[in-house]
C-alpha cells in the first residue's frame, strides 16, 4: 500500500491511526498529496469516499475551504477520529 507522502509531519497526528484502522477493515486508502485537496481516498464496499483529516480542533484552511466550494464531485467528510470515519462509511452511528 502507499506511504503517507515526505510531507507527513504536516499531516495530522490522528491520521495514521484511521488509515490503519481502515485497512484492517478490507477499505483501500490512498494518501492525497494535491494542495488544499482532501487527505484521504476511501474504497469500500464498492463506494469511494474523500476524507479530509483534522485533529480534534483543527480547522480547515482557506485554500480547504476554496478547493471545498469548487468541488463538484461527490461529499468530503471532515474526520476527526476513527469513530468519524467509522459513521461516515456507514458501519457506526
Same mark, same amino acid.
Given at each position: 500500500?502507499?506511504?503517507?507522502? *515526505?510531507?507527513?509531519? *504536516? $499531516?495530522?497526528?490522528?491520521? $495514521? =491511526?484511521?488509515?490503519?484502522?481502515?485497512?484492517?477493515?478490507?477499505? &483501500?486508502v490512498? +494518501?492525497?498529496s494535491?494542495p488544499?485537496?482532501?487527505?484521504?481516498?476511501?474504497g469500500?464496499? =464498492? *463506494? &469511494? +469516499?474523500?476524507? =479530509?483529516t483534522? !485533529?480534534?480542533?483543527?480547522?480547515? $484552511?482557506?485554500?480547504? &475551504?476554496?478547493?471545498l466550494?469548487?468541488? $463538484?464531485?461527490?461529499?468530503? &467528510?471532515?474526520?476527526? !477520529?476513527?469513530?468519524? #470515519?467509522?459513521? #461516515?462509511?456507514g458501519l =457506526?452511528?
Amino acid at each position: 500500500m502507499p506511504r503517507p507522502p *515526505k510531507y507527513a509531519a *504536516k $499531516r495530522d497526528g490522528n491520521e $495514521r =491511526e484511521i488509515v490503519l484502522a481502515l485497512r484492517d477493515l478490507g477499505a &483501500t486508502v490512498v +494518501y492525497l498529496s494535491l494542495p488544499d485537496a482532501p487527505d484521504l481516498l476511501i474504497g469500500f464496499r =464498492e *463506494k &469511494t +469516499y474523500l476524507f =479530509e483529516t483534522k !485533529s480534534e480542533h483543527g480547522k480547515l $484552511r482557506k485554500g480547504q &475551504t476554496m478547493w471545498l466550494e469548487n468541488w $463538484r464531485g461527490g461529499p468530503v &467528510t471532515v474526520i476527526r !477520529s476513527l469513530d468519524d #470515519a467509522l459513521v #461516515a462509511l456507514g458501519l =457506526e452511528g
